[in-house]
T-cell receptor, first 113, second 111 residues
Framework: QKEVEQNSGPLSVPEGAIASLNCTYS??????FFWYRQYSGKSPELIMF??SNGDKEDGRFTAQLNKASQYVSLLIRDSQPSDSATYLC?????????????WGAGTKLIIKP | NAGVTQTPKFQVLKTGQSMTLQCAQD?????MYWYRQDPGMGLRLIYY???????DKGEVPNGYNVSRLNKREFSLRLESAAPSQTSVYFC??????????FGPGTRLTVT
């Protein structure tokens, strides 16, 4: 069973601090890793993707990948109240001759002003 | 460039009624997906279509059928709705195993 695990939270972070969200996955063959943000009542929105070990930065967001340890993380610097949302981790796997994304259940992030 | 569109946005059905949820994408993606998301829960894959002309079951296919009408359109049909199918339904598209892009969702209530 291919799995993606996330802490459900809620994770409460003061405004201006760094929010750190973590995700572990079971399939060592996975090659692509994605972070989505989902506001309440809205659809998931892609915010970051990472394919290689190490860090990838995009504005206030940094994705970190460690394939040996099978975890991927998302750092949000200078957290804003507008960052309050559920963050979904997704990992691609090869199933039944097709690639699919396996989804974590999400971490609810609350940024406190 | 609308991305992924879904209709309807909201629907209320009585137990036993049928309906079809429509999805279309204009990103020329080969793969399309139907998910359901229950309150406080993650996404669960119902069916997917890796390419035009193919469909496959996902994690929770019972009670649903799909049609990949053409490369752009992928519909989800509930033949005899049950209260357990009350959920938010999302359609998504992607190019292979790359990032998926989501429609705005359909909020379905079955009474």
């Amino acid at each position: 069973q291919k799995e993606v695990e996330q802490n459900s939270g809620p994770l409460s972070v003061p405004e201006g601090a760094i929010a750190s969200l973590n995700c572990t996955y079971s399939d060592r063959g996975s090659q692509s890793f994605f972070w989505y943000r989902q506001y309440s009542g809205k659809s998931p929105e892609l915010i970051m993707f990472i394919y290689s070990n190490g860090d990838k930065e995009d504005g206030r967001f940094t994705a970190q990948l460690n394939k040996a340890s099978q975890y991927v993380s998302l750092l949000i610097r200078d957290s804003q109240p507008s960052d309050s949302a559920t963050y979904l981790c997704a990992v691609n796997v090869y199933v039944d001759s097709n690639y699919q994304l396996i989804w974590g259940a999400g971490t609810k992030l609350i940024i406190k002003p | 460039n609308a991305g992924v569109t879904q209709t309807p946005k909201f629907q209320v059905l009585k137990t036993g009624q049928s309906m079809t949820l429509q999805c279309a994408q204009d990103m020329n993606h080969n793969s399309m997906y139907w998910y359901r998301q229950d309150p406080g829960m993650g996404l669960r894959l119902i069916y997917y279509s890796a390419s035009e002309g193919t469909t496959d079951k996902g994690e929770v296919p019972n009670g649903y059928n799909v049609s990949r009408l053409n490369k752009r359109e992928f519909s989800l049909r509930l033949e005899s709705a049950a209260p357990s199918q009350t959920s938010v339904y999302f359609c998504a598209s992607s190019e292979g195993g790359d990032a998926q892009y989501f429609g705005p969702g359909t909020r379905l209530t079955v009474t």
